[in-house]
């Protein structure tokens, strides 16, 4: 497969120069004289004519867009090319740029193929004043449409940009996990594990776990959607642990701010890349770096200013440290400003003595860290290429008010659903190891150590916008 390249057209784009010209992969029959094939689109490629700068060599000739050989009216642009340039190559009449370029291309096809003009003009289709009595278009061979399908997937000019692409798609898969454990507390009243087990009686406040798969969310990839990540239904496993609330109780709400700099140059930069990203003209992007340097000094009246900046840019070229403020004793404005970085996570720890009195509370302990200790587990996919992740937690303080109904604690912080990230058992909390005399051996006493992090940040609206929240009341 060889390449031929059209002579150049310059051409004036929102008060810029620009070298154009088409570039496309052909192939000859082999020993057959005169035959020629191609498969390949025609592609249109410019080149930027800076003012010469050392900040700006020659540049690269960038990929504008490509024009099918088959139907000349059929272009796929790539973002570089913006209004200007595709008004301009779609542009018909003789005295067009594409009808130059056509002609240019068809001369460098039959000059480097070795082919007559009204050979390469008629695998193109695209030449203007070709007879319609020209023979049939040449069909590509198998041999060239397998070489051309080799060049394009290794062409190294790229054709980002070229397709279209569709947003606003659910991504939403599912992997479905092996046989894992769906029930706990089974013989247990209402499936639900008390520890003291005359809790289950009694009107105090309390602290209550329960337990759900982990399906991940559903994501809506359409830009600037209010939630694009909507946190999938897990499926609830029966059974829930209900303990006495411990001695110390806190939590942390956490945001990231910190400081960060913007010093004039920086700023001065951003500036001219915001102005030429709309100007519709990403083109200039690539290719102006000088221009904006040169702004920048432009901006700095005094010779001693722009002789400092001549010092800053140096250190900056070969990444020395300090120079600035080596030579002149000053250093540029950083401007440092303390800005919001984001939400964070919490994160929460509960301690538990359990102590069990007597045989039907020792099963109930030991039930209860089975419990913690197997929701936690990583779970096994039915497939061997992937992993489950473990069961996540709903955790509620509980009291009961007035009228004897079981409410959500107004008076302590709400918690969203956590993943159990660390389980520690203490088997010898009492430094001495002892058991009961049962048939399970049950420790006398068990401290356990529960480690949670929360799986979203908290927002605003968590207060009040879907499930409000009395003022009364503490939230999260």
């Not at 050392?54 to 009216?73: A, H, K």
């Not at 009808?99 to 000059?111: E, G, M, W």
């Not at 203007?128 to 080799?150: D, E, F, G, L, W």
């Not at 913690?372 to 937690?393: D, E, H, R, W, Y």
């Amino acid at each position: 497969m060889a390449q031929a390249t059209s002579g150049e057209k310059t051409i004036t784009i929102d008060g810029q120069k620009y070298k154009v010209r088409t570039q496309i992969n052909y192939q000859t029959g082999l020993g057959v004289q005169g035959t020629l094939s191609t498969t390949a689109p025609i592609r249109y490629v410019a080149q930027y004519l800076p003012q010469p700068s050392l900040l700006n060599p020659i540049p690269d000739w960038t990929n504008l867009g490509e024009r099918d050989t088959t139907n000349p009216n059929n272009w796929i642009f790539t973002p570089v090319a913006g209004a200007g340039f595709q008004k301009a190559l779609i542009a018909n009449g003789p005295n067009s740029l594409t009808t130059s370029l056509d002609t240019a291309t068809i001369n460098a096809l039959s000059k480097s193929a070795g082919v007559t003009k009204q050979q390469a003009s008629q695998v193109l289709q695209v030449a203007p004043n070709v007879s319609s009595t020209v023979p049939a278009q040449i069909q590509p061979t198998a041999a060239a449409q397998a070489a051309t399908a080799a060049t394009a997937a290794t062409d190294d000019i790229s054709r980002a940009g070229s397709f279209a692409v569709k947003t606003g798609v659910d991504i939403s898969p599912s992997i479905d996990s092996a046989v894992y454990r769906k029930e706990y507390a089974k013989g247990y009243p209402n499936n639900e594990y008390y520890y003291p087990i005359d809790l289950a009686s009694n009107k105090q406040d309390r602290i209550k776990f329960t337990m759900k798969s982990n399906e991940g969310s559903t994501i809506n990839t359409k830009f600037g959607e209010v939630n694009p990540f909507k946190r999938k239904e897990g499926t609830t496993i029966t059974g829930s642990v209900t303990l006495p609330i411990q001695p110390s109780i806190s939590d942390s709400n956490t945001v990231d701010w910190s400081g960060t700099s913007l010093n004039p140059v920086a700023a001065a930069a951003a500036g001219a890349a915001l102005q030429l990203i709309r100007s519709d003209n990403a083109f200039q992007l690539n290719q102006n770096a000088a221009a904006i340097m040169s702004g920048v000094m432009k901006a700095l009246r005094s010779k001693d200013a722009q002789n400092a900046m001549n010092i800053y840019f140096a250190q900056e070229a070969v990444g020395i440290q300090g120079l600035l403020s080596r030579t002149t004793g000053a250093v540029l404005n950083p401007n440092l400003e303390l800005l919001f970085g984001g939400p964070t996570l919490r994160s929460f720890g509960f301690t538990f003595r359990l102590s069990p009195r007597e045989l039907k509370e020792a099963n109930a302990v030991r039930e209860i860290i089975r419990f913690f200790k197997q929701g936690m587990a990583v779970k096994k996919g039915k497939s061997s290429a992937f992993l489950k992740s473990p069961n996540i937690f709903d955790i509620k303080y509980l009291a009961y008010d007035n009228n004897g109904a079981l409410i959500e604690h107004p008076s302590i912080n709400r918690i969203k659903t956590c993943a159990l990230i660390g389980c520690d058992v203490d088997y010898t909390p009492d430094g001495t190891y002892m058991t009961f005399v049962d048939g399970s051996r049950t420790m006398t006493s068990y401290q356990l150590t529960l480690r949670f992090s929360e799986l979203d940040p908290i927002y605003e609206s968590d207060y009040g916008d879907n499930s409000p929240i009395p003022n009364s009341h503490i939230g999260y």
